[in-house]
Every structure is written in structure tokens, then in C-alpha cells.
């Protein structure tokens, strides 16, 4: 093997190893962004559910009364 063809051949590996790990960044990220929109899903939802809880608590427990003991005291 000459040593323009060791060139070439150790050049085309290379190639090969930055196409690769191009094609595996490009995975990673997509893999990031489909994670943030579903953090941001889960967010707006939870925000909602604690909006939703306050409200229940406000219009439910009206003036906030001492609870009366037990019967058996």
C-alpha cells in the first residue's frame, strides 16, 4: 500500500466518523427539543391544575372556622 493510498484510505474513515456523529448530533438534538416541548407541555398543564385547586379551596372552604373537637372530649 502506497502512502497516498494510506492518506486516502485514513482520510475516507474519517469522513465516514464525522458523518456519523453528524448524523448522531442531529439525533440528540431533535431528542432535546421533543423533550422541552413536552416539559413545556407538562408546565402549562400543571399551572393550570394549581390554578384550578386554588379555586376549588377559595369557593369551597368559605369563612375559615376553628373545626369543633372531636365528639368523644
Known amino acids: 500500500m502506497s ?3 494510506s ?5 475516507e474513515a ?3 466518523r464525522v458523518a456519523y456523529q453528524d448524523r448522531v448530533i442531529e ?3 431533535q431528542t432535546v427539543i421533543d423533550q422541552w416541548k413536552k416539559i413545556d407541555g407538562l408546565k402549562r398543564q400543571l399551572a393550570e391544575l394549581l390554578d384550578r385547586v386554588m379555586e376549588v379551596e377559595d369557593s369551597a372552604a368559605g369563612p375559615r ?3 369543633p373537637p372531636p365528639p368523644h372530649y
Open 3 to 5: 502512502d497516498t493510498e
Open 7 to 11: 492518506v486516502n484510505a485514513r482520510l
Open 14 to 16: 474519517l469522513e465516514v
Open 27 to 29: 439525533d440528540l438534538n
Open 65 to 67: 372556622a376553628p373545626e
